[in-house]
Nanobody, 121 residues
């Protein structure tokens, strides 16, 4: 069983930065595809970024503003977000799946509890 715990959310002014962290417990971390998703009120959960075996994916809406990284020894995955916009406001979730990268949240096996990111204008 894998447990994921996010941290680092908060309130930030537009143009500011935040770093989200996800700590995993349990075995097999290095074999997982890891991803960050977000969900705004009334909207479907959407992928922000994913990382697996040296391959990285970014959603078009955040490309150039966010960086995803992972440390398999520490079992952590980090999302550095810069130049934040009000439309980035959402609950951000860390997720893991056994297998290759996928943009569909329904194909992820493990989820964190989420961390709120609020960007004010």
């Amino acid at each position: 069983q894998v447990q994921l715990v996010e941290s680092g959310g908060g309130l930030v002014l537009a143009g500011g930065s935040l770093t989200l962290s996800c700590a995993a417990s349990g075995g097999g971390f290095s074999s997982f595809t890891m991803a960050w998703f977000r969900q705004a009120p009334g909207k479907e959960r959407e992928i922000v970024a994913g990382i697996t075996w040296g391959s990285i994916y970014y959603a078009e809406s955040v490309k150039g503003r966010v960086t995803i990284s992972r440390d398999d020894a520490k079992k952590t995955v980090t999302l550095q977000m810069n130049s934040l916009k009000p439309e980035d406001t959402a609950v951000y979730y860390c997720a893991a799946r056994v297998g290759s990268h996928d943009r569909d949240y329904r194909r992820y096996d493990y989820w964190g509890q989420g961390t709120q990111v609020t960007v004010s204008s």
